[in-house]
């Protein structure tokens, strides 16, 4: 459509399953279409699946990824007694009932600058992540955990999530939970939720922040 090949750069890499409504990517061209025209001809070509909400035009040394200052994830949870088929391609189903208070407390363990080790894939480099927010909301069941960091480990998000909902089932208890945090071990964590509950909802740059929130009801590894 460019007519010149094009190199594509994505703000965070995702693992099969996860949903991303916030993805940024960035790309060099000498194209003059203007950016309108760009969008519509990318989601002429595009899969059903994948849609492009947006294209700007930016700074020269704008790179999606290495220019990125922070990401947030949300994860949903269906907590009731029955499957809704609706939600099941984007909400995990847990039947048994979570205790939304020993949620909210597990994720205060989570906020400011710590090895999460704990929750992720092992890996080498660092394992410090600063968590700038997390928290639980209650949408008429669905349950949707908000995290916000400077940069996330590949897993991360999803082995806190798994472990969180064990302490909601009260199979550990919320002191538990912070013990394991410091651990920085993923021996101690919980297993990973299901990944399709997980969508990358916004990608921040300084002076601006990407936020593609959808309206059902994270050298960077990222989920």
Known sequence: MLGE??????????????????????????????E?????GVNALLPADVAVSEVSEVDDGFH????????????????????????????????????LTVLRRAATALIGTRDFSSFAMKGVGSRERTVRSATWTDRDGVLVFDIAAD????????????????????????????AIVAAADRDRG????????????????????YDRRPSRGGDEEDE
């Open 5 to 34: 090949r094009v190199e594509v750069v994505g703000a965070g890499r995702t693992d099969a399953g996860v949903h991303a409504s916030g993805q940024v990517i960035s790309f060099r061209s000498g194209t003059r279409l203007p």
């Open 190 to 209: 919980g297993p990973s939720a299901p990944a399709h509950g997980l969508c990358l909802v916004a990608v921040s740059y300084a002076g601006e922040r």
């Open 64 to 99: 999606a990824r290495f220019s990125a200052t922070g990401r947030t994830y949300n994860y949903m949870i269906w907590n009731g007694p029955r499957p809704r088929p609706l939600l099941r391609r984007t909400a995990w189903w847990v039947p048994e009932p979570l205790d």
């Open 151 to 178: 940069g996330f480990l590949r897993g991360m998000v999803r082995g806190i999530v798994g472990t969180q909902v064990r302490a909601g089932r009260r199979k550990i208890e919320p002191e538990a939970f912070e």
């Open 36 to 40: 309108a025209t760009i969008e519509r």
